[in-house]
Nanobody
Framework: QVVLQESGPGLVKPSQTVSLTCTVTGDSITTRSRYWTWIRQPPGKGLEWLGAISYDGDRKYSPSLKSRTAISRDTSKNQFTLQLSSAAPEDTAVYFC????????????????WGQGTLVTVSS
């Protein structure tokens, strides 16, 4: 059974960086043809695709957030991370890490495993 667990600060001040880690158990983040994705959902709004990293380290980002987003991985810990710089109140959301046979950028149906999500609030 594959389990994804998000972790990181729940409160971030404006202009700081949202830093989240996704710990994966039951699968390797280097498994061929698997993709590891970050999604968020602001309060009262729909799901937003943020970016993904592939099994071989290739990264894709949402064009609207690309300048502020960085996704990396630590294969020794089987984790991948999200950093969103210059945080603003509109970045307040529940952040999910996900896995699938695709990045999910063309449709979330490609994502077959989701973490439970973690709420990040950007506020002074």
């Amino acid at each position: 059974q594959v389990v994804l667990q998000e972790s990181g600060p729940g409160l971030v001040k404006p202009s700081q960086t949202v830093s989240l880690t996704c710990t994966v158990t039951g699968d390797s983040i280097t498994t061929r043809s698997r993709y590891w994705t970050w999604i968020r959902q602001p309060p009262g709004k729909g799901l937003e695709w943020l970016g993904a990293i592939s099994y071989d380290g290739d990264r894709k980002y949402s064009p609207s957030l690309k300048s502020r987003t960085a996704i990396s991985r630590d294969t020794s810990k089987n984790q991948f991370t999200l950093q969103l710089s210059s945080a603003a109140p509109e970045d307040t959301a529940v952040y999910f890490c996900c896995a699938g046979a695709g990045t999910g950028v063309l449709g979330l149906s490609a994502l077959d495993t989701w973490g439970q999500g973690t709420l990040v609030t950007v506020s002074s």
